[in-house]
């Protein structure tokens, strides 16, 4: 493999043998990590401790919407963490009310709040739907609250105990039960199931309009129309994951704006803030009467660097018309993946918008992943059979032409991938397919 050149003098084996050891040594093993050390990136690159470089088409699983190290965000962070890095809550900063604005402008609605995570902006958003279900003049009347949320199956909503309550995987739930009450999963775009399990006692129906790990389905229209009219009908709120989906990835800047209605809340966070951790719940007016200070707060939400690095990422998007490069890249992405999957019957579905994009499998994605960092392409692999391409928004066209001769390449070790795997996994045809190649 070229190695590529880099700035940055590459690590000693040894250096890098030691720093594997001390994070086997030392950290929960919350993650199966590949034994790979990067070191940086830059634009649509990462490289390695050896200076091996590689095409970044996972981005930080749809962080860096912008690369990395991209100049305006470099420099915004330079300017801002020798001006205020944090200044506390209790206070206002110059960036968060503009930040707040712009959100709200694009969104189409009204009142932001601040958090650090994906996950800890979907607590917040679920606190609001219980907080909403109760009558306004008594919101400590616990009985006469409305507590049932609907959550959908095959969904992942994060790791905190509120959103892992209206996460269906089973694996990541089970230890830790008992999870917080009250949720109920609906088989998702099954407007039966959904008209069946709503009434005047559910507060929330939380979906992501793409569901991301679960393997990028994106909802149908008559799914989330149903749910848009029968949140409103039983006065209930509907809540918009769109943490993974959202914020231009699909060429627009949220994927409920192609519906015609809007949700009564959604959570964004991954690329907000370029790769600095920051999250955010957009609501409405109505919804915002409900808080009042006290509430719901968090220490480190909204901090004035972090902000102005948001707001930078946002005129970036506009400036660099990020959202028509979305969906013109990934448009080509689309086609060649097509054309691939014609030569290719290993791929049984190909599916996404813009630059979110799913390649399903008839087998299990993992040896594919390793072929492809093999060749200097990053790509991950969700709910086992689903590659998964999450690229920059940045993405350049010949980059894209690149990604496809790379992974065609990867393809072409298909028969040596399906008979290392576990072939009682395979389907029939396809193990006899590739016998006769082995
Ligand atoms: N919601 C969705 C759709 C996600 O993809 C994720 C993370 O992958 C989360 C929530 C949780 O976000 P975080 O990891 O920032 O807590």
Known sequence: MAKSKTKRPSRSAASKAEALREA?????????????????????YVFDSSGKKYLDFLGGIAVNALGHAHPRIVKTICRESARAIHLSNLFHNEFQG???????AISGLDRVFFANSGTEAIDGALKLARLCGRPADSPSAGS?????ILAME??????????LSVTATEKYRAPFAPLVPGV????????????SKFDDTVCGVILEPIQGEGGIYPVSEAFWNRARELATRHNALLIADEIQCGLGRTGRYFVYRKFRSTPDIVVIAKPLAAGLPLGAILTTEA????????LHGTT????????AVALEFLEIIEDQKLLKNALARGAELRDGLSRLAAKCEVIKEIRGEGLIIGVELAVPGGPFVSEAINRGLLINCTHDYTLRLLPPLIITATQVRDFLRRFEAVLSHVPKIVHAVDSAKLAAPLRAAYSAAR
């Open 154 to 163: 095959n969904s992942f909503h994060g790791r905190t105990f509120g959103a």
């Open 300 to 307: 480190f939400g909204g901090g004035p660097m972090i902000c």
């Open 144 to 148: 006469k609250a409305k507590t049932r």
């Open 287 to 294: 919804v915002a009467s409900r808080i009042s200070p006290g």
């Open 24 to 44: 086997e040594r030392y950290l929960l093993p919350t993650y199966k990590r590949q034994p790979i050390l990067f070191t940086h990136g830059r634009g649509a």
């Open 98 to 104: 503009p930040l707040a604005h712009r959100l709200a």
């Open 184 to 195: 109920e999963f609906v088989r998702f775009n099954d407007v039966a199931d959904l008209e």
